[in-house]
């Protein structure tokens, strides 16, 4: 809904724009005559029509028949309308008016309704997202849970120990899918503000393997970073999420004991960073799609999340001004490549 202060604005500009285009078709009077009087009125019409709607537009036909009966059709200075001219000119400014806000009208609510549309089938994939990978651990914790209250005289202290690792595990799954959850609203609605730092991308790769130690102990990593990488202008905690979350996605979907290969290599304005896996890779038709909310692919493993992880990464890099894309390499899996604008650190600076 508009104010109303801008309602009168919009009221004030539909007398306005008549007042233009007359004085624009006084102008041009002695050069091109009066042919194209009525088009420079109609457009006018059109343009408040497009911009403001059904009353302000019907407003400004009335108001530029009469200044067109006014100025322009005999007899001049006066408004009575002696042609049929005038009249067709008056219906077909005033029908102009009409077609072209119902038209942008009809648009809207189109648009309005794909809009809920979106947001409904979002809600639903969210839900049933949370459901699925809720509900397997949920069901491992109660089930383990249940064994302990109901045999607890018979089970060794082994047994005790491995059960409560895996509740442990499972825990750990719900709270990092909730964090996710928690972390793509805040993105969404811009409460996460980034604190950029100079910092190495070796120490925040190096973290990033660090945190996910236990993850990568059945996948050798292969790293390949350039000599004299420079500093990059990044908040270090947000960066290191998606090289975490990268990397995790690597574990996921590519095959025990095969390894993960992280590159990265720079250029005169910008850096390159490349995650790879020895997997079944992403199908070309789906390299965009898979940076969507909630996507995840077909061929889903036991330990696939909510969807969240490549939607996080994307919205991470575009908030530090990079891109992030799926690019096909023979031989390889999936192959991610972060690229990041290369800026000027103060180091740099006192070296030239």
Known sequence: MCSKKTVYLHYAGSVLIPVLCTVLNLVLEPITGRTPFLMIYLFGVFLVASRWGHGVSIVTSIFSALLFDFCFTNPVFSLRMTNVEDFIALIIM??????????????????IVKAKAEDEALRNSLLSAISHDLRTPLTRIIGIATTLIESHNHISQEDVQEFSHVIFDESQRMSELMNKILDMAKLSTGQIAIHREWNTLEEII????????KEL??????????????????DSVLFEQVIVNLIENATKYAPPCSPIDIEADFFTHYLNIIISDYGVGIPPALENKIFDKFFRLEHETPQNGVGLGLSLCRSIIEMHGGTIKVKQVPNKGAVF??????????MMALEE
């Open 94 to 111: 005033m029908s102009v008016g009409t077609i072209t806000s119902n038209l942008l009208n009809q648009a809207q609510n189109a648009h």
């Open 206 to 213: 190096g973290s990033a393997l660090k945190r996910l130690e």
């Open 217 to 234: 102990s059945t996948h050798p990593i292969n790293t390949h970073l350039s000599e004299k990488l420079p500093l990059i202008w990044v």
């Open 337 to 346: 490549v972060i690229t990041l604008p290369i800026i000027q650190s103060p």
